[in-house]
């Protein structure tokens, strides 16, 4: 089971998805892009303590992070 986690004001929110499960797959790749088109970064962990910045979907990422655009004051 993979996982989008995605943050915002609130905390944050779990999107449970099955890799092999086509129908499921293909909502997770289109939440991946209606987030990312909507200016949140997303990221994968790579390695204990280590991320890297994610520009385009991967279905095998086991776990996904979307952090909002930070808004300066």
Not at 9 to 23: I, K, L, V, Y
Not at 61 to 67: P, Q
């Amino acid at each position: 089971m993979a996982i989008q986690i995605v943050m915002d004001s609130t905390g944050d929110s779990r999107h449970f998805f099955n890799p092999e499960d086509a129908r499921e797959l293909e909502k997770a790749e289109q939440r991946f892009h209606k987030l990312t088109d909507g200016g949140f970064t997303a990221a994968v962990r790579t390695g204990p303590g280590q991320v890297s910045k994610m520009r385009s979907f991967d279905p095998n990422a086991e776990e996904t992070v979307f952090f909002p655009r930070l808004v300066g004051g």
